[in-house]
């Protein structure tokens, strides 16, 4: 049985925060600028090494390092389009980036699910994939499925598998952080035709799109970039996520690990620009910390003020962004550091006009999957959603009508205007739900509950069955030619 | 032995929003001077009537409620000054209220404590309000202390007490919310010279102020009104707030129950400065939503923490500071609720300008203490803090050489550049504590161990003998006074 298709509720706000002066972020790209210029960037795979010789860049081949001048890069990223659309199996949830919106999507890639059933802890699986996929359909804050845990089941075709989970249960966008090398992205491209109906559509409607990570400092990985041409040339948008590292792999502080990200985000976006001009390519920059005790990767010091200052980045570069929010370093839902650390993330990351965002649902740093984590998030999401939202001030809501009727002292029970704007006047998340014994409920229940409740109702339109069967047969070629190789 | 008070770290925003429109403002300003116009306030206190109706109120005295046409009101809010100081026992910890940044103060005025030793659930008491004082002069999150809670020991001067307790036991600037009524006033006032020292200091930087709820709707509280008088005449801050219930005492829309609330603050407002011209007052909206089902007061819910920022517009379009709703969780134990419910409302309420904010560390709806909670709040502080400060884009902090050194591949472990800098990067004194056998421990836990150490070890200079025997002494007759 199908279930009601509820309308997206991305984020939208009628003010903004610009966090980087525009002289801070002239700075910060001349930065960006002058180490691609002089400092350079391994790109270890000699397609991309020849598309950068062939376009003027220089190329060392044998330390495969490449550097651009400024002009160069500033000629190539021309071509980069600021605001595209992800494409989705139903258009009305086709996401159209545009200035003041903000789409999210669900945290990945987990490699642990606590079970459903069992609520142990164990690897992850291709079963895991689609039934969050499932629940992401359902939720509202959910505009695009990542696919949140690895299909460790299926071996070195997992990514593969991933997105099959993710197309057959939700009819959303899908977003992949895993498909990596020609030929499993190959494979990928296929299946996207497959639910766009044709090459056409899938290139004005993309239903697939890809991040890539870069290695810093300022290295590409060879399997990931080749990959990334490929969905480029088909026209499907790809992203670059650097990840440095303050003091390992990135500078100790804040200003050089973003400019250092940076260089590596544009290099590999000149790079898709050269080989497929016009080619839809978005910018992505998570900066961590290396904890000086444990050497421990640390998603949230305490100053975590940079966060978004990669959103403006991008936007100077004329790039859209995909901004990062939650990816928790607590290891449970529900404790007070899996919302300290993130509770202010959505709100900031809507401000600074990410154009598309990840993750909902992922404790232990974007590793283990609560199944009730997501609904917990989208709670922090929509509590975000509501602060920016605009205040109605007009003769209704202002009641003066109302407040001369009761006057000093009395009470607004009577009253027809609160009888009509009662209901809407107290929004319930999860930590207002009423037990039977009338006390607030354990909002971290509320949210296992709510788990419980959409897997067993929510049942998103299927694929269509020659669809179903076209993506069965792309995958066993492709579990037959990448299994064996 | 005495240990230094860390210096205060308020929040100072680098950037800043502005939610309302320019027209909203002006439409809810209009609203609230019809609201004083027409409706008027009830104002159970023949004193404030009387100056209400000196100076130009409209006063029925039969039903005590005073109608202000919107000149007056305008004339009389002119005098309010938009910047002042508030004082602490030392002057390194005086408040600047300049706009600048935004100081924070505990929660109060809580009814229960869960123990600080055998982790019971128990009526609050004054030697809590004195180990909270110390424990939270020693965070450099909070700016000021609000008697966290009542020192129900002594029922009939509590109040007192809770000054008592906080005086000795923090350098900070205190701020009572439960000192009402003329009498309680008096003594509270003498206790504030006791800390000044003199007429003069106590008005330049006085130590101690005062906040007054209103009622809502639109009356005032006698007690309140008749203390307030008695302050702002001392030159001790005041000011008023509104806790305007949306759907049982105030209509059940959000613009209803701001303009509501507001009308109950300026009215309190406009009083003081027709009685008191130039008097430093603040504006403090903390309307709350009632639950449907239960009739609760509810402060987070998923839209009503709106209300904290969009009173700090108001308070500032009407040319005084604001007192913003921070933290407050409705949660029952600090955890995952109440740390979800706080943070954006204060990087909201600092981002809009707000220069004071109450309050950290208790749970239940202000009403219950959890010594460690006044911890993890605070660690929640100065994530906000942090995020708001801005970035760094100095040569230093770019570090061009430093990555030009290392190039592609390598890491920067063995540079100078993170030797030095590595150190500055401030990390979670509760989410970064490593375990033993590895992982990080639980950071619930080290706030309670935290809180633990302070009490074991930070002890903030004392008063001077003379002041802490003045101050006794005040107490002992109030005491009497009351036969307690």
Redesign the interface.
Known sequence: MQTQLLPLEPLKTTYHLQFLTDRQLDVLQNATLEILENTGVKFPSQKALTIFAEHGAEVDWKSQIVRMKSDFVLKALSSNPRYFLLGARNPAYDLQLMDGVTYFTTDGCGVETIDFETRQRRPSRKDDVGKMARISDYLPSISFIWPMVSAQDHGETAPLHEIDAAWNNSIKHVQSETVMGEAPCRYAVEMAEVIAGSREVMRRRPPFSLVVCTIAPLVQDTAGIEGALVLAEAGLPVGFLAMPTLGTTAPATLAGALAMGDAEIISAAVLMQLHAPGAPVFHSLMQAWADPRTGGYVSYSLDSRTRYAPVEMAHHWGMASLGACYGTDAHEPGTWQSAGEVALDPYLASLAGSDIVTGMGLSETYTLLYPEQIIMDDDLYQRARYQLMQLEVNDETLALDTVHAVGPGGHYLGQRHTREHFRESMVRGITHQIGEDGKYREPRQVAIDKVKWILENHHPDPLEPEKQSELQRILAAADKEIRRG | MISETPCLQPIKPA?H????EES?LD??QS?TL??LE?????CPSEKALKIFAEHGGKVDFTQQ?VKLPGAVVLEAMSHAPRFYTMGARDPAFDLILDGQALYCATDGCGVETIDFITRQRRPSKKEDVGTMARVTDYLSAIGFYWPIVSAQDYPKTAPLHELDASFNHTIKHVQSETVMGEWTARYAIEMADVISGNEQVRRQRPPLSLLVCSIA???QDRDGLESALLFAQAGLPVGFMSMAN???????????TL??ADAEIISALVLIQMAHPGAPVFHSLMPG??????GDY?S???????FYP?GTEIAHRWGVPTLAGVFGT???V????????????L??CA?TGAETGSGLGLVESCMLLYPEAVL?DA??Y???R?????????A?????D???E????????A?R??R?????????????Q?KEG???R???EVAREKVEWIIANHHPKPLEQAQQDEISRILKSADKEKQQ
């Open positions: 950037y929003v502005k939610i309302l909203q439409q809810l609203a019809e609201i027409q409706v008027g306030i009830h409620i709707p639109l009356a949306t759907g049982s005492t105030a209509p059940a829309t959000i613009a209803g303009v509501l939503v009632m639950h449907p089902r239960t509810l987070s819910t998923l839209e009503s923490s709106s969009l409705d949660a029952q600090p955890g995952w609720q109440s740390a979800a419910e706080a943070e954006s409302s990087m909201l981002l993890l660690d929640v100065h994530r906000v942090n995020e708001a400060a801005g970035l760094d884009t100095s230093e902090a770019i570090a061009l430093v990555i030009k290392v190039g592609p591949r390598g890491h920067f472990l540079q550049h993170t030095i800098n590595m150190r500055k990067r401030l990390l979670s004194e509760l989410t970064g490593p590895g992982g990080y639980d950071p619930v």
